[in-house]
């Protein structure tokens, strides 16, 4: 009789893990476009376009190569110093598999130990999906981000706490911050992509606090023809060294909207940002009267925390938290609407198909610690970290709970 060995990521030497991950990467380089005319930009904007144009999630080519072209050492007028990165992975051929882009962001007047490292878009040719490239092209904007803070510090426009210890990030809190679309059980792309962010330390701010749009990326004289169109998106956020956290104080919260809006005013006209940035801030001063801190909700990782996706199914959370536009009347009325008549328990039926699927994949030896409560699966039932059933009734992830479920 046989039993498969599990395998404890903490019990390697610092060097295995380095050796380990130059093997599975070597196939594969990034690199930084630092200009438009870079022979690799038409290429790189053109599969972001592709994926993300149509929906008008994408910003138009020229505001990208200004973009490229921007002084990043010169803040804008409310103080923030943006550095726009784009991003290529290339095979051993010389073959673009990858490209993710998105900014540095900071602002030392506002929020001097904050960096949002705002992750805009990704997209890999089907071939490198499911390989190591993905999880690097998640964290390689952190480097870039490094570089950035010390280059500020050294030019004098910034003060960085701690600047001789890079290990510890200069002192500077980072967030790494991407949107994605609620959950719903028919789009099993998006599915994917939380699962991806969930197990990468990704938490969502909960959109009863941070009802969120992206704006209308869109040239401004086709929307003002067709109306403005913001998208409801859930922000994700990686607090990195609090991944373990689940609530953010309010500050931090306005400033991460700030920063965002800052990046987005650089390709935006003002009249298509102001009202979907004020509700957001609007929100956060009513929960300033009763809490100092919104809630930072768990992603699932698997089929054992599944559960996770009902306090940001796409139905309940648009009926909640989002006015009626067109984007949200377009998907309560479509197909949703009948699903849900015809079957008062779609989404338990739903989540438990999902949970079934991922249980047929095979399960994983490895590890990250032993340490109780955390990453080690082989714990009592009990002690295994789940969303609290009454979540989605309360809508309160409280400190107690957190500690219970071992968040904390």
Same mark, same amino acid.
Request: aromatic share 12%; glycine share 6%; proline share 8%.
């Given at each position: 009789m046989e039993k498969r060995v599990r395998l404890c990521m903490k019990d390697l030497f610092h060097q295995d893990v380095v050796e380990m991950i130059e093997r599975e990467t070597r196939?594969?380089?990034?690199? %930084? +476009?630092?200009?438009?005319? /870079?022979?690799? =930009?038409?290429?790189?904007?053109?599969?972001?376009?592709?994926? =993300?144009?149509?929906?008008?999630?994408?910003?138009?080519?020229?505001? +990208?190569?200004?973009? &490229?072209?921007?002084?990043?050492?010169?803040p804008t007028p409310t103080g923030t110093f943006i550095r726009y990165f784009l991003l290529v992975a290339r095979d051993q051929n010389g073959t673009v598999r990858g490209v993710r882009d998105g900014s540095v962001l900071v602002n030392p007047n506002q929020s001097p130990d904050l960096c949002v490292i705002y992750l805009s878009h990704i997209y890999m040719v089907p071939e490198a999906r499911g390989t190591v490239l993905s999880y690097w092209l998640r964290i390689a904007p952190v480097e870039i981000a490094m570089q950035y803070l010390a280059d500020l510090h050294a030019l004098g426009k910034m003060q960085l706490p701690y600047p001789n210890v890079p290990q510890r990030y200069f002192g500077m809190n980072i967030n790494l911050?991407?949107?994605?679309?609620?959950?719903?059980?028919?789009?099993s792309l998006s599915?994917?992509? +939380?699962?991806?962010?969930?197990?990468?330390? =990704?938490d969502v701010i909960n959109p009863r606090h941070f009802p969120y %749009?992206?704006? /209308?990326?869109?040239d401004p004289e086709e929307i003002r023809l067709t109306g403005n169109q913001p998208m409801p998106f859930m922000v994700l956020l990686r607090? +990195?060294? @609090?991944?373990?956290?689940?609530?953010?104080? &309010?500050?931090?919260?306005?400033?991460?909207?700030?920063?965002l809006y800052d990046d987005f005013a650089c390709h935006c006209a003002p009249e298509f940002l102001d009202n979907s940035l004020q509700v957001v801030l609007d929100r956060l001063e009513e929960r300033a009267k @009763?809490?100092?801190?919104?809630? &930072?909700?768990?992603?699932?990782?698997?089929a054992r925390d599944i559960g996770r996706l009902k306090p940001i199914f796409r139905h309940s959370v648009f009926k909640r938290y989002y006015p009626a536009t067109d984007e949200t009347r377009?998907?309560?009325?479509?197909?949703?609407?009948?699903?849900?008549?015809?079957?008062?328990?779609?989404?338990? /039926?739903?989540?438990?198909?999902?949970?079934?699927?991922?249980?047929?994949?095979?399960?994983?030896?490895?590890?990250?610690? @032993?340490?109780?409560?955390?990453?080690?699966?082989?714990?009592?039932?009990?002690?295994?970290?789940?969303?609290?059933? /009454?979540?989605a009734e309360t809508g309160e992830w409280s400190a107690v709970r957190v500690k219970e479920f071992g968040r904390a």
């Amino acid at each position: 009789m046989e039993k498969r060995v599990r395998l404890c990521m903490k019990d390697l030497f610092h060097q295995d893990v380095v050796e380990m991950i130059e093997r599975e990467t070597r196939r594969y380089q990034i690199w %930084s +476009i630092e200009s438009p005319e /870079d022979p690799d =930009f038409p290429a790189a904007y053109k599969m972001l376009w592709d994926a =993300f144009g149509p929906t008008g999630e994408m910003e138009r080519e020229e505001a +990208i190569r200004q973009f &490229l072209r921007d002084d990043s050492h010169e803040p804008t007028p409310t103080g923030t110093f943006i550095r726009y990165f784009l991003l290529v992975a290339r095979d051993q051929n010389g073959t673009v598999r990858g490209v993710r882009d998105g900014s540095v962001l900071v602002n030392p007047n506002q929020s001097p130990d904050l960096c949002v490292i705002y992750l805009s878009h990704i997209y890999m040719v089907p071939e490198a999906r499911g390989t190591v490239l993905s999880y690097w092209l998640r964290i390689a904007p952190v480097e870039i981000a490094m570089q950035y803070l010390a280059d500020l510090h050294a030019l004098g426009k910034m003060q960085l706490p701690y600047p001789n210890v890079p290990q510890r990030y200069f002192g500077m809190n980072i967030n790494l911050a991407a949107e994605m679309e609620y959950f719903t059980p028919e789009e099993s792309l998006s599915l994917q992509r +939380i699962l991806f962010y969930g197990r990468g330390g =990704f938490d969502v701010i909960n959109p009863r606090h941070f009802p969120y %749009s992206q704006p /209308d990326f869109r040239d401004p004289e086709e929307i003002r023809l067709t109306g403005n169109q913001p998208m409801p998106f859930m922000v994700l956020l990686r607090r +990195i060294g @609090r991944e373990r956290l689940a609530t953010m104080p &309010l500050d931090e919260a306005r400033a991460v909207m700030r920063l965002l809006y800052d990046d987005f005013a650089c390709h935006c006209a003002p009249e298509f940002l102001d009202n979907s940035l004020q509700v957001v801030l609007d929100r956060l001063e009513e929960r300033a009267k @009763r809490k100092s801190y919104v809630e &930072l909700l768990p992603l699932p990782t698997g089929a054992r925390d599944i559960g996770r996706l009902k306090p940001i199914f796409r139905h309940s959370v648009f009926k909640r938290y989002y006015p009626a536009t067109d984007e949200t009347r377009h998907y309560l009325e479509g197909p949703i609407r009948e699903n849900m008549l015809a079957n008062p328990n779609y989404l338990e /039926d739903e989540l438990a198909r999902i949970a079934g699927d991922l249980q047929k994949r095979p399960g994983g030896f490895v590890y990250g610690s @032993r340490e109780r409560g955390f990453t080690w699966e082989g714990l009592p039932e009990h002690k295994q970290r789940e969303l609290p059933e /009454d979540y989605a009734e309360t809508g309160e992830w409280s400190a107690v709970r957190v500690k219970e479920f071992g968040r904390a």
